[in-house]
């Protein structure tokens, strides 16, 4: 059994990151606990608490801008927080990380959101050992939680729809939801998805140096990915 972690990073030409971005974790079950006590105890060495509450809910892109209680916080610090995050991905072993990430230019219709949750439950399903099943667990805060919930239904019933779809068997049930300061695992993979969003903005000046020096001997590469359009 697997459970497939989830969280989007969306599009935001203004500031140069034009794709739109779902990436995520497909984590064997018996290795929850373990992550789980990792990043607890990485709670208890920044913010003094092994409590599930906003106050020590790890966000990535809070923790890059030094917003939220991150806030007052050193550049030094918040870089060691992100990379030790990272670290706890990198050596988890039998994890698969997992994205697709769509390029809002080149996308015809305007419908990023739909196209990078298909393109990821692809990736994610074919992730997963085929005799194995798995579950979908995203962020209740984001505001395509209804529109996934139907999406994966019919992707389940019908196949994923375009010309190279696939049939969605190891991913069962409906789409589920959570608020991610109740889940470790979800914090895990919004830093994934920021991390992967990096890929593709035009992030610059002295912290973003510094954060790449910090990971760049993290292996993070995707085993299942997709970019589209090419």
Not at 120 to 146: M, N, S, T, W, Y
Request: with cysteine.
């Amino acid at each position: 059994m697997f459970v497939t972690y989830f969280d989007e990073v969306k599009a935001m030409p203004q500031n140069g990151q034009n794709h739109y971005i779902v990436a995520g974790l497909v984590v064997p079950a018996d290795l929850i606990g373990q992550l789980e006590t990792s990043v607890t105890d990485l709670s208890e060495k920044y913010f003094g608490t092994r409590e599930l509450v906003t106050s020590s809910e790890f966000h990535a892109s809070h923790c890059y801008f030094g917003k939220s209680h991150f806030k007052g916080r050193g550049m030094a610090e918040r870089i060691e927080m992100l990379a030790e995050l990272l670290k706890i991905i990198s050596e988890a072993d039998g994890v698969r990380r997992v994205y697709a990430a769509i390029d809002t230019e080149k996308l015809w219709g305007g419908n990023a959101p739909e196209v990078a949750f298909q393109h990821f439950v692809e990736r994610a399903e074919l992730a997963i050992p085929k005799d194995a099943a798995a579950l979908l667990i995203g962020d209740l805060d984001d505001q395509q939680a209804h529109n996934m919930v139907r999406e994966f239904q019919q992707y389940r019933q019908h196949g994923t729809p375009t010309k190279w779809g696939i049939h969605i068997k190891s991913l069962v049930d409906s789409v589920h939801f959570c608020r991610s300061h109740h889940s470790r695992l979800l914090q895990l993979a919004d830093v994934y998805a920021f991390h992967v969003a990096g890929y593709f903005s035009k992030r610059t000046g002295r912290f973003a140096d510094m954060f790449a020096e910090a990971k760049k001997d993290i292996d993070l590469f995707p085993h299942r990915y997709k970019e589209w359009p090419k």
